[in-house]
């Protein structure tokens, strides 16, 4: 049985590993990405809907294609988005109204990357925002509600992030000192969190299942 998959941040850095494996993937016959620009790829399973976030679920409705998993790595920082309010459009706003759009285009599944630290009670902004979507995906009843919390996302990125290239360059040896609960600080490969996700996609888990370091790593070796 051929699937169909649904993506959004597919322009990002753990985004565009997941194309990649999503579109190599045999599970999938079609892979259709939601996009403010095009991701500039020609693949025969890849299906662009370009359109903006704030009417991405009447854009999909009308594309009437049903899809079967969801995959969400729509994310930004505070600095970037250049205000708080900005970043909860994105990190909020965009990925429930993902969520919802997928959820009524049929999606069973829904996987999305969160971060370390996520939680709806936190005193900080960035993790209070990433928990919150963490809990309104998971309050939309998908069969399944996979949420990958990553530490520090290692890769090449189009922009320039001095704290974080200073943290990527200390990873390799700081790693191996994070072992314990600590551990799920680890940093971890962007391509790791998208195999991640995939392999995830596959499994017959039900409910809502968090994946830190640990799982991630083993998913994305299966």
Do not use: W
Not at 59 to 65: H, T, W
Not at 146 to 158: Q, S, T, V, Y
């Amino acid at each position: 049985m051929t699937r169909t998959a649904l993506v959004a941040g597919a322009t990002g850095l753990v985004g565009g590993f997941l194309l990649k494996r999503l579109l190599d993937a045999p599970t999938y016959d079609r892979v259709v990405v939601i996009t403010r620009r095009s991701v500039g790829l020609s693949h025969p399973k890849l299906i662009e809907i370009v359109t903006d976030f704030e009417t991405l679920e009447l854009a999909l409705a009308k594309s009437a294609i049903h899809a079967d998993d969801a995959f969400c790595a729509l994310g930004t920082t505070i600095r970037k988005a250049g205000s708080q309010p900005a970043f909860h459009r994105v990190d909020f706003d965009y990925v429930v109204n993902f969520a919802r759009a997928a959820k009524a285009s049929g999606a069973t599944r829904f996987l999305l990357v969160s971060a370390i630290g996520a939680s709806a009670r936190s005193s900080i902004f960035y993790s209070r925002v990433k928990g919150e979507a963490e809990d309104a995906v998971a309050a939309l009843g998908f069969e399944a509600a996979h949420i990958f919390r990553p530490g520090l996302i290692l890769g090449e990125r189009g922009d320039r992030r001095p704290a974080e290239a200073a943290m990527m360059g200390a990873m390799p040896f700081l790693n191996p000192l994070l072992v314990g609960p600590a551990k799920i600080y680890r940093g971890i490969p962007a391509d790791t969190v998208a195999a991640a996700m995939v392999a995830a996609a596959a499994s017959s888990a039900r409910g809502r299942i968090v994946h830190t370091y640990a799982s991630m790593a083993s998913l994305a070796q299966a």
